[in-house]
């Protein structure tokens, strides 16, 4: 294919004293554009799907002031979401801060997540997510995402307005650790 | 016994149909693929483990890192008659030709009350320059008008919102948007994200495994 008809077409004899020209062959070795085609290839094929954006489906659950969902009270984790990327939690209703309420981190909180799937009922089980105003879009995807890692049903986690006595404690842990200001 | 001899071939192989192969691939996906629109607002997203793949027929609520909200139409064939329709129920006081000029815009980033001036202006302001759509408190919350304006419009039909923030973003802002979504009954939607591999040994990882 790469080759051309180098041979003089037939008939026309040259003369003795007519120096013949060398032929030369028109073959092009085509590896090394082949090996850059499907470099380029490649390259394009991946960079055009990891750009894809995915979609993560959130359902908020239907507000509903005069039936509002009851949860057991040794059933649930509340998972406090501050600034810096700090995690705290508490399990049940929060009677003894000092005792109940523990500092964790995106990677801690997993493991977390686990034991309590572990030693709760699943059907009763409820994970109350609650969001400091520090806190970012990036840690509610990361928290929501946890509980998709982990197999939580939905309706088995949601988000709730932080209350006055949380911002507290968390502010308190925040300033023992020294990243208050 | 006299051996057969073998007959030594070339190792050569043509590669002409090889090369032509490879090109022909090339050129089609650099063909195939979409280019991207060069972004207004610069956002990067979160990642997460959902492997849905998120439309770009959508409305987009966009969360800047500095907070600010802006509505961006993947749909363009709505985008005219929600602009008359919010114009009407807010009374802008826009004039037809100024509707038209306005849909011409791919996003809105600015309160109702500047809408009307920044038509008016002969170089159109950037996204930077915007303040966005204020969200910030649930008596002036002016993305709730522009939701129940999209639900009316796409009565009937299928509408998929997508929330789309930046990692900085913070949570307030993004609480005041699910309000906003909230009020108008919009209690499922999708937030856009960069794709995360399924951690291994996971819960998930195992269940997909299965």
């Known amino acids: 294919m790469a080759e051309m008809d180098t041979s003089s077409g037939g008939g026309h004899k040259k003369g003795p004293g007519v120096k013949k ?32 954006p995915s979609a993560m489906p959130i359902n908020e659950p239907k507000e509903d002031k005069e ?18 990327n700090e995690v705290f939690y508490y399990f049940g209703e929060l009677t003894d801060p000092s005792s109940q309420f523990k500092s964790s981190n995106y990677k801690g909180i997993r493991d977390i997540i686990l034991e309590r799937k572990r030693t709760v009922s699943p059907d009763d089980i409820v994970f109350i997510v609650k969001l400091n105003d520090d806190a970012t879009f990036k840690n509610f995807v990361d928290i929501f995402d946890e509980m998709t890692i982990n197999a939580i049903p939905a ?16 502010q308190k842990a925040e300033e023992a650790s020294g990243l208050s200001n | 016994m006299p051996r057969n001899k073998i007959p030594r071939k ?43 793949v998120a439309s770009d027929k959508a409305i987009v609520i966009t969360m800047s890192p500095d907070g600010k909200v802006f509505l961006l139409f993947g749909d ?26 306005w849909s011409a815009t791919s996003y809105v980033g600015l309160p109702f009350n500047q809408i009307k001036g920044s038509l008016a202006l002969s170089q159109p302001i950037t996204a930077a320059q915007m303040g966005g759509i204020p969200v910030k408190d649930s008596m002036n919350n002016e993305l709730t008008d522009w939701v129940a304006s999209i639900v009316r419009v796409y009565q009937g039909e299928k509408l998929s919102l997508l929330v789309k923030g930046d990692n900085n973003a913070k949570y307030p802002v993004f609480s005041n948007i699910l309000d906003a979504l909230k009020k108008n009954d919009q209690n499922k939607f999708k937030l856009i994200t960069s794709k995360e591999e399924i951690p291994a040994e996971s819960e998930l990882y195992k269940s997909r495994g299965k």
Do not use: W
């Open chain 1, 21 to 52: 020209a060398k032929k030369q062959s028109t073959r092009v070795d085509l590896t090394p554009m082949v090996d850059l085609g499907f470099l380029l290839l490649t390259f394009f094929v991946f960079t055009t799907t990891m750009s894809q």
């Open chain 1, 67 to 84: 039936h509002p969902t009851k949860v057991k009270n040794s059933a649930a984790t509340t998972i406090l979401l501050g600034k810096n």
């Open chain 1, 155 to 170: 309706g088995h986690f949601a988000r709730a307005p932080i209350a006055e006595t949380d911002k507290q404690l968390i």
């Open chain 2, 10 to 52: 070339s190792t050569n192989i043509d590669m002409t149909a090889m090369c032509d192969v490879a090109f022909l691939l090339l050129s089609f996906f650099i063909l195939a693929t979409k280019t991207k629109p060069p972004e207004a607002i610069k956002v990067t997203t979160p990642s997460s483990v959902s492997s849905e």
């Open chain 2, 76 to 101: 363009d064939s709505k985008k005219r008659t929600i602009f008359t329709d919010i114009n009407k129920y807010k009374s802008l006081g826009l004039s037809d030709a100024e509707i038209a000029k």
